[in-house]
């Protein structure tokens, strides 16, 4: 079954202009409530991840010269872990935590049985 993330192509380009402005990047995704259960885009690095968390995937965005590693704490991958998600945008804005708040736009998880 290959890496359980995907992108849409909106969230490719928007991975390259948060490349471009921040250097390499990263997606981090907890359990919590409101934003928290949202894809939050972070400096790589930044957010520090520990034993409650797994890398899902690396994943390859043309134009972006290394991969971007999207994490999930484990307690929310255990609920998940049957699903394949897609990492999309949409206008609005999410958590002032995700690099891409002030662009008008949040990142966000669409799943489907895999």
């Known amino acids: 079954m290959g890496d359980p993330v995907t ?5 490719a380009e928007l991975i390259r202009s948060l490349r471009e402005s921040h250097g390499p ?3 981090h ?4 409530c ?3 259960s949202a894809p939050m885009c972070y ?5 520090r991840t520990g034993a409650s968390d797994v890398r899902l995937a690396a994943l390859s965005v043309d134009g972006v010269p290394e991969p971007v590693e999207f994490w999930m704490s484990k307690s929310q991958w255990e609920l998940w872990k049957h699903t394949r998600l897609t990492v999309d ?7 002032g935590f995700s690099l891409e708040a002030p662009e008008g736009v949040r990142f966000l998880i669409r799943s489907h049985l895999a």
């Open 7 to 11: 992108l849409t192509p909106a969230a």
């Open 34 to 36: 409101c934003d928290g």
């Open 89 to 95: 945008v949409v206008p609005g804005r999410g958590s």
């Open 25 to 27: 990047i990263m997606f």
């Open 29 to 32: 995704q907890s359990g919590g």
């Open 43 to 47: 400096p790589a690095g930044e957010f």
